[in-house]
């Protein structure tokens, strides 16, 4: 057992619990705390999802905070959506590593957002070995893009008329929301952002990290006046005199064709670019399609992007809706924590229906591990991806196939919203 005191943390210790987690994080412990970020913290904080171990100073920190996730909505590509537990700020110090301090941090903590009816858990992982264990795995991955602008390159030109602005960042949210509720809701694997979040994205009210550029703010508009699209970006160091710069993007978001297609012809159009880079997004971004030379649109790094745990199955599995009518009966097998997903479940699903309760008598058609069933519950990964890690047995003929069929959803799952 560890010597540390595993205990919540109140709001009035946040700075000697920061220090730890930015320590451990290889940060600067001393980075300055102003008071616009002591505010953001304190709009958010919630001591009952706070966590830390204190041995005579704070040596571990997590937290939580309720969120809801979107879930597969049916075949319209729509989405539905189920409440979640977002797991974040996960340190334990170089002094009390291995002793069982994540352990004893997390696993009352996933027992509290059980209770607390969370049906989900969702985290980002700092590496791939730590989660497994607890009984999560990686639901949506993530791509990084390069575009090279050197020789330029033309996108597809919108079909009706996109107005291109600038904007302060000051004026940016009431563009970025409406578009933000949209596109959330056109893919599974999105949490939902608070005002805090969209102001420390941008950097309002004081928020910009110091050394940290203004972000340039752009919004598209369509004929109707509405936003259909903005972006933030900003240049690294350089000096373009030498070699022209990359542009990073802080914020890439569409609502529509015709917006994603404007602001990339706005983007790609900029002089002294020599690029752009734009990171953590969705496996499937349709790049190639959309410039002339379509090698020119590089996904230099897809990985592991949210990783998601089932906490309460029942729930889940009814949340989202399923490509195909089918009936099945899957046992869940939950060997990590304390087991909270395990038994057996008969799923009854149709593109506008589902309804998944414990029927622990039924016959099985597929047994599967939790982690296998959080692997493929935003149609992230194929079922056959894990009958191949070993994951899932098939009890019942065809059962695999029917599950995928399913399943099967027309976009990846991406979770756009870091925390
Ligand atoms: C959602 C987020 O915030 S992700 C950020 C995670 N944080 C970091 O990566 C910061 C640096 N690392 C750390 O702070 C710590 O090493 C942590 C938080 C990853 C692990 O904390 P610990 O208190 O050491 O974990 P704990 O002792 O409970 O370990 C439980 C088990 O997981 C294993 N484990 C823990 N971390 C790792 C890891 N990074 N790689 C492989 N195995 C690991 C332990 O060996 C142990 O296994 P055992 O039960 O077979 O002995």
Redesign the pocket.
């Known amino acids: 057992m560890p010597a540390a005191e595993i205990r919540h943390v109140p709001f009035e210790e946040i700075l000697p619990w920061l220090r730890t987690m930015r320590t ?2 290889l940060d600067d412990p001393a980075t300055p705390f102003s008071d616009a970020q002591r505010d953001y913290f304190k709009r958010q904080w919630d001591g009952e999802r706070s966590w830390g171990a204190y041995d005579g100073r704070w040596v ?1 920190t ?1 937290r939580t905070f309720g969120t809801t996730l979107t879930v597969p909505g049916g075949p319209d590509g729509d989405t539905l959506v189920v409440q979640a537990d977002a ?7 170089a002094t ?9 941090m ?1 696993t009352p903590s996933l027992d509290e957002a059980r209770a607390r009816g969370e049906a989900v858990s969702v ?5 791939w ?3 497994g ?1 607890f009984g999560y795995a990686p639901a949506a991955f993530a791509a990084n893009y390069r575009v090279v602008a050197e020789p330029p390159v033309r996108v597809v030109p919108p079909r009706r008329p996109v107005t291109i602005r600038q904007v302060e960042p000051a004026e940016l949210l009431s563009h970025a929301l409406p578009v933000f509720e949209a596109i959330r809701r056109q893919r599974p694997g999105q949490i939902d952002r608070t005002e805090p979040y969209w102001h420390r994205r941008i950097g309002l009210d004081g928020l910009r990290p110091a050394g940290q550029r203004e972000p340039v703010c752009i919004v598209a508009i369509d004929e109707g006046g509405r936003p259909v699209g903005f972006t933030t970006w900003s240049a690294g160091e350089g000096d373009w005199f030498e070699e022209k710069m990359e542009l990073t993007l802080g914020e890439f978001m569409a609502s529509s064709s015709d917006g994603y297609r404007a602001l990339w012809t706005h983007l790609l159009g900029i002089d002294l670019i020599r690029g752009i880079r734009w990171i953590e997004q969705a496996v499937d971004e349709p790049l190639e399609w959309l410039i002339s030379d379509g090698r020119a649109a590089r996904r230099e790094l897809t990985r592991d992007g949210l990783w998601l745990r089932i906490l309460d199955v029942e729930a889940a599995l009814a949340a989202r809706r399923y490509a195909v009518a089918d009936r099945l009966v899957v046992e869940v097998v939950d060997g990590d924590g304390l087991g909270w997903a395990a038994g057996r479940y008969t799923l009854d699903a149709s593109p506008s229906h589902a309804e998944c309760i414990r029927t622990p008598t039924a016959a099985v058609d597929l047994r599967l591990s939790q982690r296998a069933l959080a692997a493929v519950y935003l149609s992230g990964n194929t079922v056959r991806s894990q009958v191949l890690a070993g994951l899932v047995d098939e009890e019942s003929p065809d059962a695999v196939r029917r599950f995928e069929a399913m399943l099967a959803a027309d976009r990846a799952p991406a979770n756009v919203s870091p925390f």
């Open positions: 451990t994080f571990a997590l797991l974040t700020m996960v340190s334990v110090a009390h590593r291995r002793q069982g301090l994540l352990t004893g997390l985290l980002r992982a700092a590496e070995p730590i989660y264990r």
